[in-house]
């Protein structure tokens, strides 16, 4: 199975040799890489040259990772299905790949007809697990999607990336919204929702980094991403229930904060549901213009 790789890349020179390097080590090596440049200069370029060994597709895009990401998928569509790869994936450019994930990613999909993604687990640099990551295998589900699902651990089948279609503009970082996250969150909901069977495996490993984050950073962090997760339970007409289980939990955990005399995660809690709030709103307008676009109009605004 062919694998392309669709990496988005701004700003970064260093980390992005280390994704290079990981991916020219693969043990499975029938794979492109889809570079989308969203630099105004050539930093990338020398980069992309020292690796002959690699098959990269270079292209250029206006700054936004799901604007970058709609450009490798638009110019995937053109090509003939002699040259398609089965597979696509979504690596950041800070990322890195076990010199196996991809052998054994290609395994899963050829021994399963019937999955049409894989999703793995994100690791620091040392290791460590970050997050709410489960032990076990599972299938992803939109109430599971939250910590089962994140850009850099998915592997979906070409026909099903053909049939989700763009991702959502509004999302993801580079996106002028409040909203600027959880664009792949989103990707993977519709997926689920045209019938995908998509797998979360622990075992399938990406090295990510983890950055610190100032208690500023962390209240802005919890607005974004609050608004994130509130814009896509909207705009996918989540059930009430889920939307209510969403806002019940920042509010107890402020209270909680506040209890345990603990202001910077009361401010980051109370951050967070301001900011899902915001984005139920967005989100809403989103799906009502969904619903009212002729059948087959792109999913970006």
């Keep these: 199975m062919r694998f392309d790789l669709v990496v988005a890349t701004v700003d970064r020179t260093d980390a992005l ?10 043990t499975h090596g029938d794979l492109r890489v889809v570079v989308v440049d969203q630099n105004t200069d050539d930093r990338i370029a020398p980069l992309l ?6 098959d990269v597709l270079h292209l250029r895009a206006a700054r936004g990772l799901s604007r970058a990401r709609n450009v490798a998928l638009a110019e995937l569509r053109t090509e003939l299905d002699a040259f398609r790869a089965e597979l696509v994936a979504f690596p950041d450019d800070d990322c890195r790949y076990g010199s196996h994930l991809l052998e054994r990613v290609a395994r899963r999909f050829a021994e399963s007809a019937s999955l049409d993604g894989l999703s793995g687990r994100p690791v620091a640099a040392d290791g460590a697990i970050v997050g709410r990551w489960p032990d076990r295998a599972t299938t992803v589900t939109p109430d599971n999607v939250w910590h089962t699902a994140n850009s850099h651990t998915i592997f979906l089948r070409r026909d099903l990336v053909d049939r989700i279609g763009a991702f959502d503009e509004a999302l993801g970082l580079g996106a002028e919204t409040l909203w600027s996250s959880g664009e ?3 990707y993977i909901v519709r997926a689920l929702r045209l019938g995908a069977r998509i797998e979360y495996d622990p075992a399938l490993v990406i090295t990510h980094p983890v950055k610190p984050v100032t208690h500023g950073e962390l209240v802005a962090l919890g607005k974004r991403d609050g608004a994130s997760v509130g814009y896509v339970l909207a705009r996918n007409d989540y059930p009430s229930r889920a939307v209510a289980r969403m806002l019940v939990r ?6 909680l904060s506040l209890v345990l005399l603990d202001p910077t995660r009361a401010r980051f809690h109370a951050s967070t549901l301001e900011g899902r709030l915001r984005g139920l ?4 307008r989103a799906a009502r213009a969904l619903r009212r676009a002729p059948r087959g109009a792109p999913a970006t605004r």
Aim: proline share 7%; hydrophobic share 50%.
């Design 17 to 26: 040799a280390a994704l290079l390097d990981s991916l020219a080590a693969q």
């Design 49 to 54: 040259t020292s690796r002959p060994e690699l």
């Design 184 to 186: 792949e969150i989103d």
């Design 250 to 255: 920042p509010a107890i955990g402020a209270a």
């Design 281 to 284: 709103r967005a989100g809403a």
